[in-house]
Nanobody, 120 residues
Framework: QGQLVESGGGLVQPGGSLNLSCKASIQYFSLHNGAWFRQAPGKEREIVSTISWTRNIKYEDSVKGRFTISRDNDKNTVDLQMINLQPEDTAVYYC??????????????WGQGTQVTVSL
């Protein structure tokens, strides 16, 4: 049974930066697509960014130009670099992976979530 472990959340002031990292303990990580989701209080979970096994990348419109997703298949990690954070970015951020060729309706694995709070 595989697992994902996230790290890097915390409290930051508006305009600040955080780096999230997700370490995957699964077989054939390089053949999985990776993603970061987030869920703000009272809202549904949403996809923030995805990176396919071929390194095709997509971003949700509100984070374009501020967030950067990357992966390292040697370290089995999916990272999310976030700059110019705003209060509306406050949420629990979740890492997820899904086997290549499948969609994100049911990821194969979820991380436990890491809190990101943007506030003065």
């Amino acid at each position: 049974q595989g697992q994902l472990v996230e790290s890097g959340g915390g409290l930051v002031q508006p305009g600040g930066s955080l780096n999230l990292s997700c370490k995957a303990s699964i077989q054939y990580f390089s053949l999985h697509n990776g993603a970061w989701f987030r869920q703000a209080p009272g809202k549904e979970r949403e996809i923030v960014s995805t990176i396919s096994w071929t390194r095709n990348i997509k971003y949700e419109d509100s984070v374009k130009g501020r967030f950067t997703i990357s992966r390292d298949n040697d370290k089995n990690t999916v990272d999310l670099q976030m700059i110019n954070l705003q209060p509306e970015d406050t949420a629990v951020y979740y890492c997820a992976v899904v086997q290549a060729g499948r969609d994100w309706s049911q990821p194969d694995y979820w991380g436990q979530g890491t809190q990101v709070t943007v506030s003065l």
